[in-house]
T-cell receptor, first 111, second 114 residues
Framework: DAKTTQPPSMDCAEGRAANLPCNHS???????VYWYRQIHSQGPQYIIH???NNETNEMASLIITEDRKSSTLILPHATLRDTAVYYC????????????FGKGTRLSVIA | DGGITQSPKYLFRKEGQNVTLSCEQN?????MYWYRQDPGQGLRLIYY???????QKGDIAEGYSVSREKKESFPLTVTSAQKNPTAFYLC?????????????FGPGTRLTVT
């Protein structure tokens, strides 16, 4: 079972920041938080991951709370092409185990 | 998609026929995975393989079979025993980056069985 809780859907105006929340209250010390997104009829695309520090790359920023029980993915300037289902996944760092997907958040970016 | 190819993109079969879905990666990744996705649902794990000549069942392995004879290839056979084979099938592979692992997906094969 997925170890995360996400809202089923969100809207965001084009050009604004999209902030996607994720709760992972049972996360353990060696588990990472991963974010993927899936545009309709395509394979999921890796976005970013982190352990406890905030992370940023060319696609997004990941903010993890100090207690690590929740995180937020930030798309700084959302475009129509960011419309997708976003998955927050918790996965242990000690082995090459498969990702377990929940239902994710369907983000709609509106012009 | 990062070097993971799945072919064909669309596949049609008659009920009762076995069908094999191809997955190839040129990323030198050790682990490979097969997932199934039904409309409006998340991904469910069918099988995975962490090294050549070894694989493990996922959550929904019944009616499927796999082989891992080469590092770069992980074909999935959908047998006639799979009750509802029509779905979107996704292959993935992963590699260790420091203390974590990154998993990448192929473009998927949409299988329709009638």
């Amino acid at each position: 079972d997925a170890k995360t809780t996400q809202p089923p859907s969100m809207d965001c105006a084009e050009g604004r920041a999209a902030n996607l929340p994720c709760n992972h209250s049972t996360i353990s010390g060696n588990e990472y938080v991963y974010w993927y997104r899936q545009i309709h009829s395509q394979g999921p695309q890796y976005i970013i991951h982190g352990l406890k520090n905030n992370e940023t790359n060319e696609m997004a920023s990941l903010i993890i709370t100090e207690d690590r029980k929740s995180s937020t993915l930030i798309l700084p300037h959302a475009t129509l092409r960011d419309t997708a289902v976003y998955y927050c996944i918790v996965r242990g760092g000690s082995g090459n185990t498969p990702l377990v997907f929940g239902k994710g958040t369907r983000l709609s970016v509106i012009a | 998609d990062g070097g993971i190819t799945q072919s064909p993109k669309y596949l049609f079969r008659k009920e009762g026929q076995n069908v094999t879905l191809s997955c190839e990666q040129n990323l030198n990744h050790d682990a490979m995975y097969w997932y199934r996705q039904d409309p409006g649902q998340g991904l469910r794990l069918i099988y995975y393989s962490q090294i050549v000549n070894d694989f493990q069942k996922g959550d929904i392995a019944e009616g499927y079979s796999v082989s891992r004879e080469k590092k770069e290839s992980f074909p999935l056979t959908v047998t006639s025993a799979q009750k509802n084979p029509t779905a979107f099938y996704l292959c993935a592979s992963s590699i260790r980056r420091g203390l974590s692992y990154e998993q990448y997906f192929g473009p998927g094969t949409r299988l329709t069985v009638t």
